[in-house]
């Protein structure tokens, strides 16, 4: 199991970030929406790699102004193509968060998480 683990970005100056390489079927990490967390996916891969975020205990919500939604099918972040980098402010998907969240499909990304 690969777990993200946070780098703390409220020290002044530079920070030293807590990269890991994702495996692709047991990505975990813990979303704390205190600290304003922004995921990081990276891909030196050679090849795209489409990412699914998902959260155990994500289910169907209302949504005002489009009703119920089911969010259990996780965040599918898209395609990722070699050489590039995506942030996620998880704070902005925090529907498909709740739970245990994991990390779907990402092998071989370079994975990292800021708390601000």
Known sequence: MTTITATNMEPAGAVDLTEVTLNGSSDVLTFNPSHDPVLMLRNDTGSPVSPTIVGA???????????????????????????????????????????????????????SLLEF
């Open 57 to 111: 205990g994500a289910g169907t919500r209302n949504v005002r102004g489009a009703g119920a939604i089911d969010f259990s099918g996780g965040f599918a972040v898209g395609s990722i193509a070699d050489g590039d980098v995506v942030a996620i402010r998880l704070r902005s998907i925090e529907n498909y968060l709740a739970g245990a969240i994991s990390i779907s499909s990402g092998s071989g990304l370079v994975a």
